[in-house]
């Protein structure tokens, strides 16, 4: 009996097919070429070469799975780190700590800064509608920004190195808009 038959030139259609779409909508410019014994993958961002092998036994979808996680292994996708100030105010047991410490009584602080910060990769791209899929690396949630500027110029800025990881964040932060935390299947099945 027959369980599957797998054609190497269909999968590596198949392959170029959805990873032209990936390529399309990944936040880095990327170029690939395809022979017989795998697959070229170009950052063309910093000239980084990938060579992966054909290994027909896992479908396409993981396969391009993998070459993401690769992609983002390297730092090859942007991340924005988000600062948040928050003022908090000190207990009396802290200021009495300070008083016990030696601290003088007139320069004994009522309130005190907590800075959180977040970091954020860029995952997905859609240029025509100046739309970014953000994951929030923390906690792993995905959310759709659109930003009111160009995405294109954004990246081309980010990897100019223009703007750092502090700036990029900012300048993201107050030029988009939050449009929708996306749930993820395997979440809506749980």
Request: proline share 3%; hydrophobic share 40%.
């Amino acid at each position: 009996m027959l369980y599957s038959k797998n054609d190497s030139q269909s999968y590596i259609s198949t392959f170029r097919r959805k990873f032209d779409n990936f390529s399309v909508k990944a936040p880095l410019l990327i170029s690939f070429t395809t022979s017989a014994n795998g697959v070229q993958v170009i950052n063309e961002d910093k000239d980084d070469v990938y060579e992966f092998k054909w290994d027909f036994s896992i479908p396409v979808k993981n396969f391009i799975y993998g070459i993401k996680m690769k992609l983002i292994q390297d730092g090859c996708y942007p991340i924005m780190v988000k600062i948040t100030r928050t003022e908090i105010p000190i207990s009396k047991d802290e200021q009495i700590k300070m008083a016990i410490d030696g601290v003088n009584v007139d320069e004994i602080p009522t309130k005190k800064i907590i800075e959180n910060k977040e970091s954020w990769m860029i995952d997905k791209v859609i240029s025509f509608k100046d739309r970014f899929v953000v994951e929030e690396l923390d906690t792993g949630d995905k959310f759709l920004y659109q930003l009111d500027k160009s995405c294109i110029f954004f990246l081309q800025r980010m990897k100019r190195n223009q703007l750092n990881q502090v700036e990029a964040a900012t300048y993201f932060f107050q030029h988009a808009s939050l449009l929708n935390k996306i749930i993820l299947k395997e979440d809506v099945d749980a």
